[in-house]
């Protein structure tokens, strides 16, 4: 096989944008999501989910885009520089042991042991070496696309068997990625994560559908577990059940004056004016939601008298944060409530 390739300067310009975008941008791209979806979960930039979302992916976007592709960029721009001849006409002939490269002026043996990497990136195959820089041919130069995937395969080949090592597939973009995509969604996201994580152990037998299942479960445990941590610690969610939980406490008091005018007596326990009134609740909802059990009223019979009360946001009785209902319109002195 015998390769004929001519390359300008605008080739090389070409190649370090491509090469310096697409660089690992599939695992940086999987991982980039994982972040931004658990991070909202420990900063809390503002009270809703999908503004921390929005403000973390803002903030990320330098740190897994920006900053590598303008580091792969110098990389390659500095390989670029360590050529002697990098423009101009070049025939490569591949042989058993390396691969032969003949300008106009001099003829090159480079063996495989001494390639650090071939592959393709956009419209160029690369060869980068462990000293002497790179080699660019253009897709162009090839007859065709078969061409150009026989002669990574031989010179992956080449380079596998002159170090000892697997030679390794070239990574393609497979149309079953895009499918594999939804299992980012959140939600949806982990069942068809589960599925694109059990084909690809079982069926495809391919590491990237096997990482994008995993990631894509992940996913949507990490938006449960911060929408979940989220709640708990959010003020304006514990100002909510507060509000709920005062106003409830009135209605308690209510249920249990109305209990004694039937009675003569005030009850031994919140349970009886349950009871008695199925529409009333003594369950306390803001110590509910954040213990995840059912949690009482605070309430004691002192003879004639009562206390009713919540122990608030701190779940810590007899504290400045308690709730106590609230009495309005009403001859305090004729009902039991007394308060701390």
């Known amino acids: 096989m015998e390769i004929i390739i001519e390359t300008t300067e605008q080739d090389y310009i070409d190649f370090y944008r491509d090469y310096a975008l697409k660089k690992n941008w599939l695992w940086r791209f999987l991982i980039f999501l994982v972040v931004v979806v658990i991070s909202p979960g420990f900063v809390q930039l503002s ?16 740190f897994f885009f920006g900053i590598p592709y303008f580091f792969s960029k110098k990389r390659i721009r500095k390989a ?29 043996f480079l063996r495989y042991e001494d390639i650090k990497q071939v592959a393709k990136a956009g419209n160029f195959v690369f060869i980068i070496t462990q000293h002497t820089g790179y080699y660019l041919l253009p897709i162009w130069c090839f007859s065709s696309e078969d061409q150009v995937m026989h002669f990574l395969s031989v010179v992956t080949n080449g380079i596998a068997h002159a170090k000892g090592i697997q030679p390794k597939t ?41 990482i994008m299942g995993a990631i894509g479960m992940l996913i ?13 610690t959010s003020s304006t969610v514990n100002d909510g059940f507060s509000d709920i939980t005062q106003t409830q406490l009135n209605d308690v008091v209510k249920s249990i004056e109305f209990y004694k005018l039937q009675n003569g007596l005030y009850p031994d326990s919140l349970q009886q004016i349950e009871t008695k009134n199925s529409f009333i609740s003594i369950d306390d909802p803001l110590q509910t939601f954040k213990e995840k059990k059912i949690v009482r009223y605070q309430y004691q019979k002192m003879g004639n008298k009562y206390l009713l009360f919540s122990v608030g946001k701190d779940g810590k009785p007899n504290t400045s944060d308690d709730i106590y209902p609230t009495i309005t319109g009403a001859d305090t002195s004729k009902l039991g409530f007394i308060r701390k």
């Open 47 to 62: 009270s809703f989910y999908l503004i921390n979302l929005l403000f973390i992916g803002i903030m990320l976007v330098p």
């Open 80 to 108: 670029y520089d360590n050529l002697l001849h990098p423009t101009g006409q070049k025939t490569y002939k591949p042989f058993a042991s390396g691969i032969e490269i003949i300008d106009k002026t001099t003829t090159t």
């Open 220 to 232: 949507t445990i990490a938006m449960y577990c911060s929408i979940i941590y989220f709640a708990q």
């Open 170 to 210: 070239p990574f393609t973009f497979k149309p079953g990625y895009l499918v594999a995509i939804l299992c980012l969604i959140p939600v949806i996201g982990f069942f068809a994560g589960l599925v694109v994580f059990i084909l690809g152990i079982i069926h495809y037998k391919d590491k990237v559908f096997i």
